[in-house]
C-alpha cells in the first residue's frame, strides 16, 4: 500500500495550489479518500473527502467555498485544489483511504496515508 502526495509549495495569500495523491497496492477505487492537514504543534484535522463513486464531497467549515477534492479513479488519484490561501492554511497535507460514514472520513488504518507534503502560505 502506498499514497503519494505531491504538489506542495510555498505560495502568497490569495494564492492557489494543487495538490495530488497517487495510490497504489490496493484497490483505491473502491474506498473514499481524503485530506487532512496538520500545522505545527496542533493535531492533525479533517480537511476533506469524497466518495468512491464521485457523488459525494465532504469539506471542514475553514476551507468551504476555496478547496475543491476531486478524483480519478481510472488513475488511482485524488485532488485538492485550494483557492484563496490564507496562511492559517500553512500544514502538512495528508492523503488518506478511508470508510466514509456521516461526512466523516474514518481512516482505514496506519498503512492508508501518505507521507504528506508542506504547503506554506506566507506574504
Known amino acids: 500500500v502506498q499514497l503519494v502526495e505531491s504538489g506542495g509549495g510555498l505560495v502568497h495569500p490569495g494564492g492557489s495550489l494543487r495538490l495530488s495523491c497517487t495510490a497504489s497496492?490496493?484497490?483505491?477505487?473502491?474506498?473514499?479518500m481524503g485530506w487532512f492537514r496538520q500545522a505545527p504543534g496542533q493535531e492533525r484535522v479533517f480537511v476533506a473527502a469524497i466518495s468512491p463513486n464521485y457523488r459525494d464531497t465532504y469539506y471542514s467549515d475553514s476551507v468551504k467555498g476555496r478547496f475543491t477534492i476531486s478524483r480519478d479513479n481510472r488513475k488511482s488519484t485524488v485532488y485538492l485544489q485550494m483557492n484563496s490561501l490564507k496562511a492559517e492554511d500553512t500544514a502538512v497535507y495528508y492523503c488518506l483511504a478511508c470508510s466514509l460514514s456521516g461526512g466523516n472520513c474514518f481512516p482505514l488504518g496506519t498503512r492508508f496515508w501518505g507521507q504528506g507534503t508542506q504547503v506554506t502560505v506566507i506574504s
Open positions: 497496492g490496493f484497490t483505491s477505487e473502491i474506498y473514499g
